[in-house]
């Protein structure tokens, strides 16, 4: 009677729970057919595990080592959700376990510790795992793209901002005086070359109209103000305001600062963030 409240009991909390849970997992395999194929298989086999184990005593040393590789294996099979070079790992690991846990089921079954057709059962479901993980490629997976929606967006028309207005000429350039003119007002030929010596200095300090300053810098100290207050940012928060350059030239900036002593850096790949030393 107790054993079958408790049986109602579970039921009750599969069905209130089995929505929610596969609601979450399709949204972490979202475009990922392949990696959610494997993880539903995965789960099956980790749920027949622990019924299995849950015949064994608690004493035996066996039924904490499988159910530990029971969760090690649902673990590399939620993590195939945010793969972003292939399964290679991932399969790696999860045929590790799989293998295992088929050679204590070998074990266990020599020790009379469960029947032959339990037995039969989840080695079989184990087999058929492994070898569709071994004779899958990743070409028939879907990985999770790496770059951002619309990274690659908008054509090549570029035309460089205005940053930076140089200051007018000290100076302003004169049309060149006719050598007549230049006679004009002179009290000699010193004058004449005093005059035509003021004028070629003029051209000399001249400025172009327009500069764009792009140096590391300039972008170094850009970094550094948007750090002020204690922020930690990512490369995609500094692309925001670091225009005319790739993410791959502000990760440089990045490094270079954190080597002066100036940043420090935790996590790793994509989820970077820097924030002042």
């Known amino acids: 009677m107790e ?10 909390l599969e069905t209130k729970n089995s929505p929610i849970t596969k609601t979450d997992i399709a949204v972490l395999f979202s475009g990922d057919s392949y990696g959610l194929f494997v993880f539903k298989k995965t789960e099956k086999i980790v749920t027949a ?8 005593s608690d004493k035996e040393p066996m039924k904490e080592k499988l159910r530990s590789l029971a969760t090690e294996t649902l ?11 292939g399964e290679e790992t991932y399969q790696k690991n999860l045929s590790s376990a799989l293998c295992e846990m088929s050679v204590l089921f070998d074990v266990a079954l020599t020790a009379q510790m469960m029947s032959k057709m339990n037995y039969q059962i989840i080695t079989d479901e184990l087999k058929k ?4 993980l071994l004779e899958s490629s990743s070409n028939y997976s879907s990985a999770k793209i790496a770059f951002p929606a619309g990274m690659f967006d908008g054509n090549y028309s570029y035309a460089p901002e205005q940053t930076y207005q140089a200051k007018p000429a000290e100076m302003p350039l004169k049309a060149s005086p006719e050598v007549s003119d230049l006679y004009q007002g002179q009290n000699s030929v010193k ?6 010596t003021a004028e070629k200095m003029s051209v000399t300090k001249s400025e172009p109209a327009q500069k764009v300053v792009k140096d590391k810098n300039n972008r170094q100290e850009i970094i550094l103000a948007m750090l002020k207050g204690g922020a930690k ?3 995609k ?10 993410d791959k030239t502000i990760q440089r900036e990045l490094i270079t ?3 002066k002593g100036l940043l420090k850096k935790e996590g790793e790949r994509r989820w970077s963030k820097y924030f002042l030393a």
């Open 49 to 56: 595990v622990y019924l299995l184990t849950g015949l064994m």
């Open 237 to 246: 928060d500094f692309a925001k305001n670091i225009k005319d350059c790739s």
């Open 3 to 12: 054993g079958d409240q408790k049986k109602n009991n579970l039921t009750g």
């Open 257 to 259: 600062l954190v080597s």
């Open 129 to 132: 795992l492994l070898t569709f």
């Open 191 to 196: 004058d004449i070359e005093k005059n035509t």
């Open 233 to 235: 940012l990512t490369i």
């Open 75 to 85: 673990s590399n099979a939620l993590m195939m959700s945010e793969r972003v070079w």
